[in-house]
């Protein structure tokens, strides 16, 4: 059974960081592109950002371009979303999923970033 578990999110500032972390079961990770995707309030759920098996190909989605990374760690089984100089508009629930995001859904975590 596949599992997703999101983790690392919060309240903060504007122009604050935050990590998050999605722990993977069940699935060969290291032979799955992965993405991270967020869904704010009232808006459809959106790509964020995605990498490739290995780490070597990362994309973002241009609102987050040069401010957030992701990576993975394939002997931990483990994506990361490292979120630099957060904007209110980052705002969202945050999920991840394989690249094409068709296997089940975590409960996400939660990013608020407000003054």
């Known amino acids: 059974q596949v599992q997703f578990v999101e983790s690392g999110g919060g309240l903060v500032q504007p122009g604050s960081s935050l990590e998050l972390s999605c722990t993977t079961l069940g699935i060969d990770f290291h032979t799955y592109s992965m993405a991270w995707y967020r869904q704010a309030p009232g808006n459809q759920l959106e790509f964020v950002a995605s990498?490739?098996?290995?780490?070597?190909?990362?994309g973002y989605t241009d609102s987050v371009k040069g401010r957030f990374t992701i990576s993975r760690d394939n002997a931990k089984n483990m994506l990361y979303l490292q979120m630099n100089s957060l904007k209110p508009e980052d705002t969202a629930a945050y999920f991840c999923?394989?690249?094409?995001?068709?296997?089940?859904w975590g409960p996400g975590t939660q990013v608020n970033v407000s003054s």
């Open positions: 999923n394989d690249v094409r995001g068709l296997l089940d």
């Open positions: 990498i490739s098996p290995g780490g070597q190909t990362t």
